[in-house]
């Protein structure tokens, strides 16, 4: 048996109404291919590629939680495999390694209504963490609205620089790092001579973004069942 057979394995599924199929995909690079055959799109998901060992099996844990691309989908930096799984789409994701003999076992599944199936660990673990991201990017939105609201320009950037670097430190959010440092940008270019409409408009169109991912968060953050 050849590398290709031997990886193009059926998929373990933790019970029989999960709606997603996974096969390894022979390298390089090694690819776990997800199928939704539900009728539900799937904004997280968590597998398992499962190798067997001399001892036993050694399982490689590989998870994601694409939820905000329904936000910032089509954006330059945005990742085409890190986006929502519809109905009847396939999806290859890069893995590190998948020996031969390896197989494919679907742990976890949070769909677009709220519902999921699996882990009961590893749903929590989702939900946990995008109720943590909202309540991060609505730190943000409050912090750009409380300085936008009596200052503009320099002045403005000045503010929220030293309200965001107060939070900055090990236990900085991801969301918040992006602010602060986005103010550090805008207030390098106002002064060294930017135009204060340019700049203020940008901080506008930053802030439109961020409260848009801030309620798709709050959305997202529901279980429901």
Request: aromatic share 6%.
């Amino acid at each position: 048996m050849n590398c290709t057979v031997a990886l193009a394995l059926t998929t373990l599924l933790l019970a029989p109404d999960v709606p997603v199929t996974g096969r390894l995909i022979a390298g390089p690079p090694p690819q776990v291919e997800l199928k939704n055959t539900g009728t539900r799109a799937v904004t997280a998901w968590s597998f398992a590629v499962v190798s067997p060992t001399q001892t036993g099996t050694h399982r490689e844990i590989h998870s994601a939680d694409v939820y905000l691309s329904e936000v910032t989908r089509g954006l330059p930096r945005s990742e085409a495999h890190l986006d929502w799984l519809r109905p009847g789409e396939s999806r290859a994701i890069p893995v590190d390694a998948a020996p031969a003999g390896a197989s494919v076992e679907i742990v976890a599944l949070v769909f677009e209504d709220g519902s999921a199936v699996g882990d009961p660990a590893a749903i929590v673990s989702v939900f946990e963490h995008r109720a943590s991201e909202r309540d991060e990017l609505k730190k943000v939105v409050d912090t750009f609205n409380a300085s936008m609201q009596a200052k503009r320009g320099v002045a403005a950037l000045e503010e929220l620089q030293q309200r965001f670097a107060a939070a900055a430190g090990a236990q900085e959010s991801v969301p918040l790092r992006s602010a602060r440092e986005a103010v550090e940008t805008w207030l390098q270019k106002a002064k060294a001579g930017g135009a204060d409409d340019q700049i203020d408009q940008s901080v506008r169109s930053y802030v439109a973004f961020v409260t848009r991912q801030y309620e798709a968060a709050s959305k997202h953050a529901k279980r429901v069942g």
